[in-house]
């Protein structure tokens, strides 16, 4: 099988994604040692760094211990790979950019399982009033989903455009 150029974008898109999400966590954990200082105010009250291994899924939700880290490691990486897949099917940049994104930061997150028993986490607006922490991966995947969503709209409105352009 050959892969189509364009799905090679989103594994660049992926890859690019993990890099950014991996740095920062090392910077997180052995440039400021934030797992052992607990927290950095950086821009009070509007945002800190502050350390948080959530072992659970998106905001810290269902954790299940050992079993549920392997099984959540699992996942991702199977949905990244459907996602792989899906790109070598997909033929629009919007589509292929979403694809990356999400890839990505499953990947990124499954890195962290593997290596942390949970996901990094350091990202803290609560001053925003959002109350989660979150990191790079979590951006990515946040930001594939509203591309994702965006580009369903999209082609969605141009093949009724087409279609009504067919009929006249």
Request: hydrophobic content about 55%.
């Amino acid at each position: 099988m050959t892969i189509p150029r364009i799905a090679w974008a989103a594994y660049a898109f992926a890859a690019a994604v993990i890099m950014l999400d991996q740095i920062t966590k090392a910077w997180i954990l052995y440039g400021l040692h934030l797992r052992e200082v607990g927290q950095i105010r950086v821009l009070e009250p509007i945002f800190n760094l502050t350390f948080v291994l959530n072992r659970g899924v998106s905001f810290g939700l269902l954790t299940g211990g050992e079993t549920g880290r392997w099984l959540l490691t699992v996942f991702s990486i199977a949905v990244a790979g459907l996602l792989a897949f899906w790109a070598t099917r997909a033929d629009r940049r919007l589509l292929i950019t979403a694809i990356g994104l999400i890839m990505g930061g499953a990947l990124g997150n499954a890195i962290d399982r593997i290596r942390f028993g949970g996901v990094v986490d350091f990202l803290d607006f609560s001053g925003l009033y959002f109350p989660w922490v979150f990191n790079v991966a979590d951006s990515a995947i946040s930001v594939g989903i509203v591309l994702l969503v965006a580009d369903s709209f999209i082609s969605e409105r141009a093949a009724k455009v087409g279609a009504a352009h067919e009929k006249s």
